[in-house]
């Protein structure tokens, strides 16, 4: 079972930028398909942004994230991120990476594993 643990998170201010990452205990992180999902107070949980095999690798993104968020790879080290930018009190939620079966609008049912999450929180 590969473990995924988050971080990063935090407070911040509407318009702000965070980073976040996600590291997986596997040697064999470069075969997985990864993506980032949040589950806001009260809410479902929902894709966020999703990346293919490599570092540099196809990325797709919710269309209430796009233009705004990064999700990138590091094979070498073994960790998944998602940059944040332009920050809207909307995003906050606690955000989970995950390991899925498709990176094209994966659903819950793509997951083949979550990591613990990490607390976002934008301030107005």
């Known amino acids: 079972q590969v473990q995924l643990v988050e971080s990063g998170g935090g407070l911040v201010q509407a318009g702000g930028s965070l980073r976040l990452s996600c590291a997986a205990s596997?040697?064999?992180?470069?075969?997985?398909?990864m993506a980032w999902f949040r589950q806001a107070p009260g809410k479902e949980r929902e894709f966020v942004a999703a990346?293919?095999?490599?570092?540099?690798?196809?990325?797709y993104y919710a269309n209430s994230v796009k233009g705004r968020f990064t999700i990138s790879r590091d094979n070498a080290k073994n960790t998944l991120y998602l940059q944040m930018s332009s920050l809207k009190p909307a995003d906050t939620a606690v955000y989970y990476c995950?390991?899925?079966?498709?990176?094209?609008?994966?659903?819950?049912?793509?997951?083949?594993?979550w990591g613990q999450g990490t607390q976002v929180t934008v301030s107005s």
């Open positions: 995950a390991i899925v079966q498709t990176v094209v609008a994966p659903t819950l049912a793509d997951v083949a594993s």
């Open positions: 596997t040697r064999t992180f470069s075969r997985y398909f």
């Open positions: 990346i293919n095999w490599s570092t540099g690798g196809t990325t």
